[in-house]
């Protein structure tokens, strides 16, 4: 048995102690019984709860006056009254929880965001049933989707928006969705616990310095760099080759996109290296060099990244920025598939 | 902070259905209430709403708490007290007009919504009618769309909220009627409050001075309806008793005397054969029962016989009830009269109406008995100018004097009045009671209607060895009037020398067709109280019920009741059906012998069969192709037989 830690301090603060331990309990028992969710889950009648809201216990009071008021005046009609709110009641009550059963979660991805910017966990919810479903909402314990209805067979995407202050992991431990369909008499919810994680890019340093300068190599070719002097061919364009490049002339008589290919004597790249930031932190020093990706990439430069460990020679795309990102935003942490928990 | 009252508009796809359920709350209390209030009300909705359409600011604060300190005076002005239905509707309307002028959120609107219901309710505690029952479920109906429309997205259409509040609705209706007929009813209330139930309502007149009001109000208002079990007793029979008026003071009978006890009701002794019948009596404000004289037993609680014999309840009837009696047409009541009782009942003031106290004794000195002078009073009734009137003239002071001797016309107040001096002023112990004679019968539902025009007024006098016994002074004048009822007396020719038309038949007829329904409404809605519920438990077959029986019931029904609701959720929230080729390519798979993983496509799942499964590579491609072509396919008819019989063919 372990200790209860008793708040002597504050009698105050009983109560909200009392209601966050309570809280903790539940969901700790919630999370035993339904163990791990798969990327798609259904939600079974068995792990959809429902509580009455304020709005329906002060409905409950109305009717338990309503009711004294019956009896005390033996009016048949008032008992009519008060016995169809009591039905309605009830009948919210069914309605509310099947409101959320049966609902497909479907998680649908993260996108990459830089800290400071709020993740976006994105899931698919789908209505498999005949009958639309009213206002859902995901929510966590700091935020909340918007609201959304969802016809017979449709699916939508809901976002749910969790902030983010520093770079690596974010992980989405769990999750809820709720409703308060029809009367907000009662609050039907379900707990999920998924795999969600993302990926927080560090904060690109708003003051960086000027990046190293441009390597001119004279007389060979680079592996997989392509020159700008002299013109070699044409070849399909990528997606992420600079619109300088393409054959518009080509493009105008063929109707295709294509890309020019030079092969030169002059092949310009731009090395990134971690070492030689012109910072102590490294914290500063990945916050730089993520300000020159994204720059360079603004500009369709092509570059490559050396950190400690790792390098990715220089080139350019929507691939390789990432892979460049990714790399800074995972540097130095132990364990970048171990849950770093912030929700 | 003008920032924080302003209003985006957002209110609008839900204030107009708040408005609405207020409206529809409020309006049965309109004709009760002050017109200000009203007034008030329909203003500030208005005002709320012109504001919330123009994105206008809310009033200041300070404006709100002026107006809520006018709102809260002025009912308090009005009816000088906040207890009881009246100013606590109005009160109500009042706090609903003003919460309206701070409703800036969606969910501020509950609070109007709970005052609407409460509305609601206390329109109920006033009246119950017929419409009642439609009015509240339109009442719930319109109240709950808009607590639908609360919460709703702002692009929903109102026709929607409707349909979904009513199925909800509608979900509710058996719960309701079941926890309805199994709550157990009480018969007494907790506490009593007043409700203004009536617009004025006609009752008896707990007082009777003949001569100050020169006309009677014919009222076609139903003072109570009786169903009897056997035979209807004859006109003659049908006088229903109701107070007992003992004390004159020359003017005024009333009824304050000292007798107390009671054993009033051992001093009946019953001849011949009883007439048993149930009563259902419309709200009176006062404490008198009625009952067939002369009244043997009822079952109407808190009720006793006073010393007159007449019933009384411990409280004023302030709704309808219903009770069973047994009552005597043939009857002696207190035989032997005690001295002191004598005195009470042959006193007369001093020095009014000398002339009548004259006439009686000149009158009984010329014949031998009792008997015979109250036999020569009736006949000089009959036989001399007196005439029956619903518009006698007024009488001034020794009303009775006037009557006899000058005026001769009046109803049966002027002459059960002066009947009663003229048997005092002879020593004979005389009195009068106050009731209903007569009655219609409602051939459709075969009930007697007794109405408030039926409203009577007889003697009775004491005779030695024969005890009190009745005596009609009217029926000597006007025996057409106990005959056929006041209607009978007015339409038998002689109405028309009043001025008055007889209703045509058919109008007649609709007026006691509507009656019927108006009875059976009372007697199983309105009257279902602990007897109706326990006759009706006894029916369903449930013996010697009480509320734990009833309670148990009602949790059992309410629980059936609920799983079907849950069932019918359930199946309304069924998958959609799979079409045919869905089903076909099911049983393909089925035949593969190889799970499908989670969001594999047909062609990912025929290849990884293809190398796993039984069936040829071959047909599994077949009905593939098949099944794709079939469900996105341009030629889906076509796709469709080939899927039929590849499937067919495994």
Not at chain 2, 48 to 76: D, T
């Amino acid at each position: 048995m372990s200790s209860i830690p008793w708040p002597s301090r504050k009698f105050k603060a009983l109560i909200p102690w009392l209601t966050a331990t309570a809280k903790r309990r539940v969901r700790h028992w919630a999370r035993n019984r339904q163990g791990d969710d798969q990327p798609v889950t259904e939600l079974r009648p068995g792990r959809v709860y429902i509580l009455p809201t304020g709005v329906g216990l002060v409905f409950a009071l109305m009717a338990f006056a309503m009711l004294l008021g019956s009896m005390n005046y033996n009016n048949n009609l008032s008992f009519v009254l008060t016995f169809m709110l009591v039905g309605i009641g009830l009948v919210a009550m069914h309605q509310c929880q099947r409101n959320l059963v049966g609902l497909e979660l479907r998680y649908a991805g993260t996108e990459p965001v830089f800290a400071g910017q709020s993740a976006q966990f994105r899931i698919a919810i789908t209505n498999n049933s005949r009958n639309r479903r009213n206002g859902i909402r995901l929510y966590t314990d700091t935020t909340m989707s918007e609201i959304q209805d969802l016809y017979p067979g449709e699916s939508r995407l809901f976002v749910l928006p969790v902030a983010t202050d520093r770079r690596g992991l974010i992980t989405l431990r769990r999750f809820g969705i709720r409703t308060l369909f029809p009367f907000e008499l009662f609050r039907s919810w379900a707990w999920l616990h998924m795999d969600l994680w993302g990926i927080v890019y560090p904060h690109p340093a708003e003051q960086a310095p000027e990046p190293p300068p441009t390597q001119t190599s004279h007389g060979h070719r680079q592996h997989d760099a392509r020159g700008e002097e002299d013109f070699a061919g044409l070849r399909k364009f990528h997606t992420g080759d600079s619109p300088r490049h393409v054959a518009w002339k080509a493009y105008a008589r063929s109707g295709q996109l294509l890309s020019k290919q030079f092969a030169g004597a002059d092949t310009s790249s731009q090395w990134f290296d971690f070492d030689a930031v012109p910072a102590d932190d490294v914290e500063e020093r990945l916050s730089i060099l993520t300000r020159w990706v994204t720059d360079a990439d603004r500009t369709f430069e092509d570059f490559g990244l050396r950190v400690p460990g790792a390098a990715y020679p220089p080139s350019h795309g929507d691939t390789h920025r990432r892979q460049c990102l990714e790399a800074l935003a995972l540097f130095g942490l132990k364990d970048p598939h171990g849950k770093v928990t912030r929700h | 902070m003008a920032k924080s009252r302003g209003t985006d508009g957002s209110l609008l796809s839900s204030l107009p259905w708040t408005l609405a359920a207020g409206g529809f709350a409020l309006a049965p209390h309109v004709v009760f209430l002050p017109v200000w209030i009203t007034v008030a009300f329909a203003a500030c909705a208005a005002w709320r709403y012109g504001i919330e359409k123009r994105r206008r600011s809310l009033p200041s604060g300070w404006l709100r708490a002026f107006l809520a300190l006018v709102g809260f005076l002025g009912v308090l002005g009005t009816y000088s007290t906040i207890s009881g239905v009246g100013p606590g509707s109005a009160l109500l309307a009042i706090m609903a007009a003003l919460k309206l002028l701070e409703t800036r959120r969606r969910r501020d609107q509950f609070v109007l919504l709970f005052i609407a219901i409460f509305l609601i309710m206390s329109s109920l505690l006033r009246e119950q009618y017929i419409w009642s029952l439609p009015y509240l479920v339109v009442g719930v109906l319109l109240t709950m769309t808009a607590w639908l429309r609360l919460s709703a997205s702002a692009v929903e259409a109102p026709r929607q909220s409707l349909a979904t509040s009513s199925r909800l609705v509608m979900y509710a209706a058996p719960i309701a009627i079941a926890m309805w007929i199994f709550f157990p009813r009480i018969a007494t209330p907790f506490w009593a409050v007043p409700i203004d139930t009536s617009r004025g309502t006609s009752g008896l007149s707990e007082t009777m001075s003949p001569g100050d009001i020169s006309s009677l109000s014919l009222s076609d208002e139903v003072a109570f309806r009786v169903t009897f079990e056997e035979v209807i007793p004859a006109p003659r029979e049908r006088y229903w008793r109701g107070l007992v008026l003992t004390l004159f003071n020359g003017r005024t009978w009333t009824s304050n005397d000292p007798f107390m006890g009671p054993r009033a009701h051992e001093q009946v002794a019953a001849i011949g054969n009883p007439v048993r019948y149930q009563i259902t009596l419309e709200p009176t404000q006062q404490i008198w029962v009625f009952a067939l004289d002369m009244p043997w037993s009822w079952t109407l609680s808190r009720t006793f016989m006073g010393p007159q014999q007449q019933l009384a309840r411990g409280q004023p009837i302030d709704q309808r009830v219903a009770y069973e009696a047994v009552s005597y047409t043939d009857y002696r009541t207190e035989v032997d009269l005690r001295n002191y009782a004598r005195d009470w009942y042959v006193s007369l003031p001093d020095g009014t109406n000398p002339r009548a106290v004259t006439l009686a004794r000149e009158m009984r000195a010329a014949v031998t008995s009792d008997r015979a002078y109250i036999e020569a009073v009736l006949a000089k009734f009959h036989e001399e100018e007196y005439f029956y009137t619903l518009e006698p003239p007024a009488l001034g002071s020794n009303p009775v004097d006037r009557f006899l001797f000058d005026t001769k016309q009046g109803f049966c107040e002027h002459y059960a009045s002066a009947f009663a001096v003229l048997m005092r002023a002879a020593d004979i112990p005389a009195r009068v009671v106050l009731g209903y004679q007569g009655g219609e019968i409602n051939p459709m539902g075969g009930h007697l209607i007794v109405r408030q025009s039926d409203a009577h007024a007889w003697n009775e006098v004491w005779l030695p060895s024969r005890g009190w016994f009745r005596v009609d002074p009217t029926a000597a004048v006007a025996p057409e009037r106990i005959d056929s009822g006041i209607r009978g007396a007015m339409f038998d020719g002689t109405g028309a020398a009043w001025g008055l038309a007889a209703p045509s038949a058919l109008l007649h007829r609709l007026t006691l067709t509507w009656d019927v329904i108006n009875a059976k409404w009372n007697e199983w809605i309105l009257g279902y109280g602990p007897d109706n519920q326990n006759r009706f438990m006894k029916w369903l077959g449930m013996d010697d019920p009480d509320w734990r029986k009833m309670m148990l019931t009602l949790v059992a029904t309410v629980a059936v009741l609920t799983v079907i609701i849950s069932l019918l959720l359930m199946w309304r929230y069924r998958p959609p059906p799979k079409d045919r080729a869905a089903v076909l390519y099911q049983r393909f798979v089925n035949k593969t012998g190889v799970l499908p993983t989670t969001g594999e496509t047909p062609i990912a799942f025929a290849r990884r069969a293809g190398s796993r499964s039984a069936l040829p590579v071959d047909t599994i491609e077949f009905v593939t192709t098949s099944y794709l072509d079939a469900r996105y396919g341009p030629g889906d008819a076509d796709a469709m037989r080939r899927l039929e019989s590849a499937v067919a063919a495994l």
